[in-house]
């Protein structure tokens, strides 16, 4: 199975659109929690990193600044998981990134097929 799981904020762009940050970790990587795999970072951890270290990936000025200016659940986020029971991945997004184009690009940045993952709610990934 290819793909990864991790973690992802949307941080609005000009004209409706989302800039996403990404934290990924490949499935060989990735840590066993019950019957999924998951990312071993958290977003208040990772945020907080970033903010620490003024950087994060592919990360223009206007992004650093953003993250440092606010608290990690301040922009909708989520995480990716892989079901090892289903063999298939569980997205799990703030209901404001659950439009088709911006699944599809969360999708592609974790390397996920069409097919192989389901998007659903969480009250943990509110903002």
């Known amino acids: 199975m290819t793909g990864s799981v991790g973690i992802f904020w949307g941080i609005p762009a000009p004209g409706g659109s989302w800039t996403m940050l990404v934290d990924a970790t490949s ?13 071993p970072r958290g977003h208040y951890e990772v945020w907080t990193q970033w903010q620490k270290t003024r950087t994060a990936p592919d990360a ?5 600044q953003t993250i440092a200016d606010h608290e990690y659940e301040f922009f909708p986020r989520g995480r990716i998981v892989y079901n090892t029971e289903t063999s298939g991945f569980i997205l799990y ?3 404001r990134l659950q439009q088709e ?3 599809a690009r969360i999708a592609s940045a974790f390397g996920l097929a069409a097919g192989t993952y389901t ?7 509110r903002s």
Do not use: C, M, Q
Request: charged share 25%.
């Open 60 to 64: 223009n000025g206007f992004i650093l």
């Open 101 to 103: 184009a911006t699944i």
């Open 93 to 95: 997004a703030d209901r």
């Open 27 to 39: 499935l060989a990587e990735a840590e066993p929690y019950g019957d999924f795999l998951t990312h």
């Open 119 to 125: 998007v659903r709610s969480d009250e943990h990934y």
